[in-house]
């Protein structure tokens, strides 16, 4: 059994090496404003509803510097700032040049992440990403303008993230309580930001979060908070 066993896993991961996949980004036509901090794109095992700890990063030769840069302050006399080895982007980069990965994953997980990347693409990419978490951040932000006891924690509606959506609860109404019903109920991870320390919802728009379904939040929020 152990011999079939690792026989699969070797196929498998020969299997995936044969097969070269190239992603092409035109920079020339961004989905959405670049600012001058921005150096790359990063997907994470969040925004895809991955294994935890799965990334995939496209970095301009900018970022690359930059990360070099921001390390190597960092064994500087009086430093402040550490970088373990482990979040070492510059130690990524040059194992990436190998074709190599930082450590060693399981190729289950190098398979989800090959479909994930799939869906995407065949979903319309980046454009239709970035369409669909701000369909899904609007939901949000619009339910709590409306609201009588929520109220968006970012004021400026420029400033406000397509991502994460940050919302205050009224003193009336404890956060605290609201989650706690929510998760007997099978919906968790909505707290707020913890070192905020304030009363509030945190609910991540990733591409992986169908805009129904965060609609579908805002009705149970809605439900539980009614019937306090």
Known sequence: MRKLTALFAL??????????????????KPTAKIQPEMYG??????????????????????AIDRAAGVESSAHLEGAHRWVPPFLSLTTALNNSRKDQTLNTPAVATLIMMENQIRWLNNNGGLAWATTRCAKSASILYSWAERSEYAAPFVVDADARSNAVVTIDLDERV?????LSILRENGIVDAA????LGRNQLRVGV????EPADVMAFTKC????????
């Open 11 to 28: 196929s498998l991961a020969l299997s995936m090496q044969a097969q070269q996949h190239v992603m092409t980004v035109d920079v020339s």
């Open 41 to 62: 794109i990063f997907f994470e095992d969040i925004n895809f509803g991955a294994d935890g700890g799965l990334w995939v990063a496209i970095l301009s030769p900018e």
């Open 174 to 178: 404890q956060a605290s309580q609201v």
């Open 192 to 195: 707020g930001y913890r070192k």
């Open 206 to 209: 990733f591409p992986s979060v």
């Open 221 to 228: 929020v809605d439900y539980v908070v009614e019937h306090l």
